[in-house]
């Protein structure tokens, strides 16, 4: 870790938002590459791990303040935080399929 890296993480663990942003930059190739190794093969097709990313993004810039980075580093929340993310995509991808399947064909004869 350059000197330069572990500025960044200490401004983060002052409760820097705009650190914390600087840091997902620095780390955005890394965690891009987890997310796209989270993804399954059904997911790949529905979602682009750019999108998961930026809602990562979002996510950590809304609730940094609730964590506390003292003696960790920020990429672990970053890669829990992305987990949660494609857990939900699957689950949102899931229910589709499931209430796309109950549809029932209906006569118009009444």
């Not at 620095?26 to 097709?45: E, K, T, V, W």
């Not at 949660?84 to 004869?109: N, P, T």
Request: hydrophobic share 35%; net charge negative.
């Amino acid at each position: 870790m350059t000197e330069q890296h572990q500025q960044v993480i200490d401004r983060i663990r002052d409760g820097c938002q705009q650190a914390l942003m600087e840091y997902l930059q620095i780390r955005q190739h890394d965690l891009q590459l987890f997310i796209s190794h989270q993804l399954g093969a059904n997911l790949r097709g529905k979602v682009e791990p750019d999108d998961i990313y930026q809602e990562v993004s979002v996510y950590a810039a809304m609730n940094h303040e609730q964590v506390d980075f003292s003696g960790a580093d920020p990429f672990g929340w970053f890669c829990e935080i992305a987990r949660r993310k494609i857990l939900d995509a699957g689950r949102h991808f899931s229910a589709q399929k499931r209430a796309a399947g109950r549809e029932v064909g209906r006569c118009c004869c009444g």
